[in-house]
């Protein structure tokens, strides 16, 4: 096809309210940024409690509220990564449009990228509890939350082992 039907086919879609295939959105590694959080929305104010050091990396990522996409690999739609400071963070993490999701994080306290399940830490969006029964990984009704076109604030308390 030539760039004139692409365009004519990208136009007409839009005019019926066709949405991109979702495979599209996932994968959105972003910079911190306040911004999105200091207008309108959609974005979480998210308060990050309990971080028990200043060693290695907070890995966030936004989920869509699907038992599919939840903590699966590679189904994350935003990904934020920052150094960890101890004690306390504000991370604001925007969303593509109003939906349900849900958020996931991840201390990596040696920074390795992989995770070690005696050292690092992580927090849920909810706060859901953690156990050895569901080996940190809660369902996704534990953890979803309905966000519109506003910013929403939220606290995520960290634990660790």
């Not at 590679?74 to 963070?89: C, D, F, K, Q, S």
Request: charged share 20%.
């Amino acid at each position: 096809m030539n760039n004139r039907v692409l365009r004519f086919v990208a136009m007409f879609a839009l005019a019926l309210g066709l949405s991109v295939p979702a495979q599209a959105q996932y994968r959105n590694e972003m910079r911190h940024s306040i911004a999105p959080c200091q207008g309108s929305g959609p974005a979480v104010w998210i308060q990050v409690t309990g971080i028990s050091s200043s060693e290695g990396t907070l890995r966030i990522q936004l989920y869509r509220g699907t038992r599919e996409d939840w903590l699966e690999s590679g189904r994350w739609l935003n990904r934020i990564e920052l150094p960890a400071r101890e004690g306390t963070m504000q991370v604001c993490m925007p969303a593509p449009a109003a939906g349900d999701y849900a958020i996931a994080i991840r201390h990596d306290r040696n920074g390795n990228g992989r995770t070690d399940i005696t050292s690092d830490g992580g927090g849920m969006s909810n706060n859901p509890s953690i156990n050895i029964f569901n080996l940190g990984k809660p369902g996704v009704n534990r953890t979803r939350f309905t966000l519109g076109r506003e910013v929403l604030p939220m606290n995520i308390r960290m634990r660790y082992l």
